[in-house]
Nanobody
Framework: QVQLVESGGGLVQAGGSLRLSCAAS????????LGWFRQAPGKEREFVAV????????YYTDSVKGRFTISRDNAKNTVVLQMNSLKPEDTAVYYC??????????????????WGQGTQVTVSS
């Protein structure tokens, strides 16, 4: 069992930066691949990034490559999404999620077992 709690969302102007954190509880945290998803009003939940259980492999959706960086600290049970050069189209509720099985590169949210409650990110133009 893994519990996830996101923080760090807020309002920022276009071109600015935000750092989202996801704190996890559970003794098996380090065995899970961790992902970030986002959901804008009226849209489906969208994959953003994923990091492997060891932290050695990452994968991003094309729209955030070069702007967002995902990282994790298994000693502190945290995963971080550093978001730079933010655009208004990045506005959404951002969710942290964990999965242990399935394809690492799958962007299907249904493959994820545990979810946080989400944190709002709003980018003004």
């Amino acid at each position: 069992q893994v519990q996830l709690v996101e923080s760090g969302g807020g309002l920022v102007q276009a071109g600015g930066s935000l750092r989202l954190s996801c704190a996890a509880s559970g003794r098996t945290f380090s065995s899970y691949n961790l992902g970030w998803f986002r959901q804008a009003p009226g849209k489906e939940r969208e994959f953003v990034a994923v990091i492997s259980w060891s932290g050695g492999t990452t994968y991003y959706t094309d729209s955030v490559k070069g702007r967002f960086t995902i990282s994790r600290d298994n000693a502190k049970n945290t995963v971080v999404l550093q978001m730079n050069s933010l655009k208004p189209e990045d506005t959404a509720v951002y969710y942290c999620a964990a999965k242990r099985t399935g394809s690492f590169y799958s962007t299907d949210p249904y493959e994820y077992d545990y979810w946080g409650q989400g944190t709002q990110v709003t980018v003004s133009s």
